[in-house]
Nanobody
Framework: QVQLVESGGGLVQAGGSLRLSCAAS????????MGWFRQAPGKEREFVAA???????TYYADSVKGRFTISRNNANTVYLQMNALKPEDTAVYYC????????????????????WGQGTQVTVSS
């Protein structure tokens, strides 16, 4: 199993920035990729961004492309830098670990995620 611990959420005004972090521990040798999803009240959980663990290729939802940046370090930590935040970005953000080799075929689906973080609230005020 891979355990994920997130940090960095909070309240920010529209146009501001936040940086989320997610530290992975446990069987991290089984990581193929990591990513972020978000869930707003009354809505389904949706894909935000992902990064492949070996090569570092990045993938984004259209709604955040150009504003959010996903990155990783060599210590099993993934980051989500969020700039130009909008009220519609308000949600609980979940860190995700992809543990299967076929992750690339369906990484936008929560069904491909092997482990989840506990979630961190991001609130953007207008």
């Amino acid at each position: 199993q891979v355990q994920l611990v997130e940090s960095g959420g909070g309240l920010v005004q529209a146009g501001g920035s936040l940086r989320l972090s997610c530290a992975a521990s446990g069987r991290t040798f089984s990581l193929y990729a990591m990513g972020w999803f978000r869930q707003a009240p009354g809505k389904e959980r949706e894909f935000v961004a992902a990064i492949s663990w070996s090569v570092g290729n990045t993938y984004y939802a259209d709604s955040v492309k150009g504003r959010f940046t996903i990155s990783r370090n060599n210590a099993n930590t993934v980051y989500l830098q969020m700039n130009a935040l909008k009220p519609e970005d308000t949600a609980v953000y979940y860190c995700a670990a992809y543990l299967g080799s076929r992750w690339i075929l369906g990484f936008r689906s929560s069904g491909q995620v092997g482990s989840w973080g506990q979630g961190t609230q991001v609130t953007v005020s207008s």
